[in-house]
């Protein structure tokens, strides 16, 4: 039941989230004079529409985005009489821009406001983090169940605690072998089958401790091939070491949620520059290959893991996939591509810059761009971002990505 509420709040968080995208052009239009006729939640056949003064307000039967109907966004919009002098292609240009960028910034604004939301309530992500190789949490050890993926019920203290092991420990080698990853301190420790050196440093101190791994069956990715198989290997009972999240009050929260957004900022940027190369990785997922935590997902999959971790309880989580989705559709709409709003906003930039050299030519200004010649690049664009879409939600139907077992 939870997973299932999970699931409809995260995509009513997604609709809100392109409600708001849609008011911030309607919103922005009403008020530098320009015209709304319709203000639409979703595509395909209309559930029920119902006017407004001279807008249309509706919501459609397919929930995959929306639209704002704003009269003359370009030159080739039929106008009637009423509209001629309001169409939003013969405004100024500043005018246009604050229009086209409506939309990203309610995007944006949202997206800040709910990691306000997780700065009081949960708290931000420290950004100071551990070595690498800083050990955390001591358990016992136990093996790994292949059908679920979880490791099996066990008590006591494990090899790492018996031996002395705490944890802020920083281990730089083990059984001789230096280690600056975790990555590498597993695999290391996964080789030892007897008595062996782990070399620490504790409070500025150099250490060697001698520890027992204990033989336990895991599932380990062979390296060389990707492919996985349950092996018996050494395990000591620890895990990475993390900073809990900090939280704070209203005032405070401010400044450490700008902090935390440009963060976000910075690997959303990121992962629109890989979206490209991710196309291999989700057709091998699609193809029954394994399905890396790091592809795209589509609506549909990040309603699904709204759900998972709504019935984990990570509420934090929820809100935390919400406001980066937020950010990603406010970024991903900057792109300068047709029909994006970045696009409208290039073609604006570009009108602008041709007017003023021609102005210091002593030519008058040109007409409007013809979008007739641009419709070739929209319908490539148009395509090949369906295609993806489509990809995508494949991938999430026949190969989901699960976070937890």
């Not at 420790?189 to 050196?197: E, H, L, V, Y």
Request: aromatic residues 8%.
């Amino acid at each position: 039941m939870v997973f299932a509420i999970g699931v409809v709040l995260f995509a009513l968080g997604i609709g809100v989230s392109i409600a708001l995208h849609e008011a911030g052009h309607m919103w922005t239009a009403k008020a530098l004079g320009m015209k709304v006729r319709r203000y639409y939640i979703g595509f395909g056949p209309k559930i029920f529409s119902f006017r407004r003064g001279e807008t249309e307000y509706g919501l459609k039967a397919v929930p995959a985005g929306g639209f704002c109907d704003i009269a003359g966004m370009t030159a080739v919009d039929e106008l009637a009489p009423d509209e001629v002098d309001r169409a939003m292609y013969k405004q100024k240009a500043w005018k246009r821009i604050v229009v086209m960028s409506g939309g990203i910034a309610m995007n944006f604004v949202l997206g800040f406001a709910l990691i306000m939301v997780l700065a009081v309530g949960w708290g931000l992500p420290d950004r100071d983090t551990p070595p690498a190789t800083a050990l955390g949490m001591m358990s016992c050890t136990a093996d790994q169940v292949a059908d679920t993926n979880t490791l099996a019920d066990c008590e006591g203290p494990g090899p790492a605690e018996r031996a002395g092991l705490q944890r802020g420990d920083v281990v730089t080698a083990v059984g001789g072998v230096p280690v600056d990853s975790w990555e590498t301190f597993q695999a290391q420790t996964q080789k030892a089958t007897g008595p062996t050196d782990f070399t620490i440093e504790r409070d500025g101190q150099r250490l060697d401790v001698t520890v027992v791994p204990q033989q336990v069956k895991r599932i380990v990715e062979d390296p060389a091939t990707g492919q996985t198989a349950e092996k018996t290997v050494g395990a000591i009972g620890v895990g990475q070491d993390f900073y809990p999240p900090v939280r704070y009050n209203a005032l405070t929260a401010v400044p450490a949620s700008l902090v935390y957004t440009g963060d976000i900022f910075a690997q959303t940027a990121h992962a629109l520059t890989q979206m490209p190369a991710k196309v291999v990785d989700l057709w091998h997922a699609v193809t029954g290959g394994e399905r890396g935590l790091d592809t795209p997902i589509s609506v549909v999959g990040a309603s699904v893991i709204g759900g998972e971790v709504a019935e984990e309880g990570l509420w934090e989580v929820f809100i935390g996939l919400l406001a980066t989705l937020n950010f990603f559709l406010g970024i991903f709409n900057l792109l300068p591509l047709l029909p994006l709003d970045g696009g409208h906003i290039a073609v604006t930039i570009y009108e602008k810059v041709r007017n003023s050299l021609r102005r210091m030519r002593g030519l008058a200004a040109g007409g409007p761009v013809d979008y007739m010649k641009l419709m070739p690049v929209t319908y490539v664009v148009v395509v090949i971002g369906g295609a993806y879409m489509l990809l995508t939600l494949t991938a999430d139907i026949v190969n989901p990505i699960k976070l937890f077992p």
